[in-house]
C-alpha cells in the first residue's frame, strides 16, 4: 500500500535550519502526484505551509516565503523541505501529503508527520 514517512524534524534554535523529508513507497509513477507539506498545532486546523506539482510549480504561504524551499526528486520519490530562519512560531507536527485527480476519482494520501521544535 502507499506509504508517505516523515523524517528530519528535531529540537532546533530560532534562526537555524532543518530539512524535512518526505520519502513515498508503493507509487509507481510518484512524478504525477502533486505534493504538499502541512503543518499543526495544538487546537488549531493544519495549514499548507508549501506545495510542488507535478510540473516543479511551487507555491508558499506568506510565512514561509524567504525561509522554506520545498524540492522533490523524482528519481528517489522523495520530497524536501528546506526550512531555514526557523521561529518559534514554525514549531508544529510537519505532515506530507500526496495527490493526484485521477479520471476515476482522486488519490490522496497523508503521513504520520513529523515534529519540528523551535526553541531555545
Known amino acids: 500500500q502507499v506509504q508517505l514517512v516523515e523524517s528530519g524534524g528535531g529540537l532546533v534554535q530560532p534562526g537555524g535550519s532543518l530539512r524535512l523529508s518526505c520519502a513515498a513507497s508503493?507509487?509507481?509513477?510518484?512524478?504525477?502526484?502533486?505534493i504538499g507539506w502541512y503543518r499543526q498545532t495544538p487546537g488549531k486546523q493544519r495549514e499548507l505551509v508549501a506545495s510542488?506539482?507535478?510540473?516543479?510549480?511551487?507555491n508558499y504561504a506568506d510565512f514561509v516565503k524567504g525561509r522554506f524551499t520545498i524540492s522533490r526528486d523524482n528519481a528517489k520519490n522523495t520530497v524536501y523541505l528546506q526550512m531555514n530562519s526557523l521561529k518559534p512560531a514554525d514549531t508544529a507536527v510537519y505532515y506530507c501529503n500526496a495527490d493526484f485527480r485521477a479520471p476515476s476519482g482522486p488519490e490522496n494520501y497523508w503521513g504520520k508527520g513529523t515534529l519540528v521544535n523551535v526553541s531555545s
Open positions: 508503493g507509487i509507481i509513477f510518484f512524478n504525477i502526484y502533486d
Open positions: 510542488i506539482t507535478s510540473g516543479f510549480s511551487t
